[in-house]
C-alpha cells in the first residue's frame, strides 16, 4: 500500500480498529520521510483506505471513524460494499460537505 498525504490506513474487526501506518508527507514535497513497510493482517481484518472526506477535512477526528466502524457489522459473510455503503451513509448523514471515497478491502 502507499500512502501520501492520506489519513491513516486502518484494519479493523467488528470490535477493533488499529491504526497500522500513518501518512508519508505529501507528494511533491521533498523529504526523506518517505517509508515503506510491511504489516502482518490477520483473516478477518479489513483493511480501510479513506479519504480526508470521511473525516470532513478534518472537522471529524480519529476516533470518529473509530467509533463508525465500531457500529457497522463486519461480519466475515457481509459484502465489502455494503459495508462501504453503510459507512458512506453515516459520514454524509452526519452533514459532510467534502469530497468521500472508501476503499475496503478483506484477505484470505
Not at 526523506?32 to 478534518?58: I, K, N, S
Not at 463508525?68 to 448523514?93: F, H, K, N, Q, Y
Amino acid at each position: 500500500m502507499a500512502t501520501i498525504g492520506h489519513p491513516p490506513v486502518v484494519l479493523w474487526t467488528g470490535d477493533r480498529v488499529r491504526e497500522v501506518w500513518s501518512s508519508n508527507p505529501l507528494l511533491g514535497v521533498h523529504s526523506d520521510d518517505h517509508t515503506e513497510r510491511t504489516e502482518e493482517v490477520d483473516p478477518d481484518e479489513v483493511l480501510v483506505l479513506y479519504t480526508d472526506g470521511v473525516l470532513d477535512g478534518g472537522r471529524r477526528d480519529q476516533q470518529w471513524l473509530t467509533d463508525a466502524l465500531g457500529e457497522i457489522d463486519s461480519g466475515a459473510d457481509r459484502p465489502l460494499g455494503d459495508i462501504a455503503d453503510e459507512l458512506v451513509s453515516r459520514v454524509t448523514v452526519a452533514g459532510s460537505t467534502d469530497d468521500v471515497a472508501v476503499l475496503l478491502a478483506r484477505f484470505s
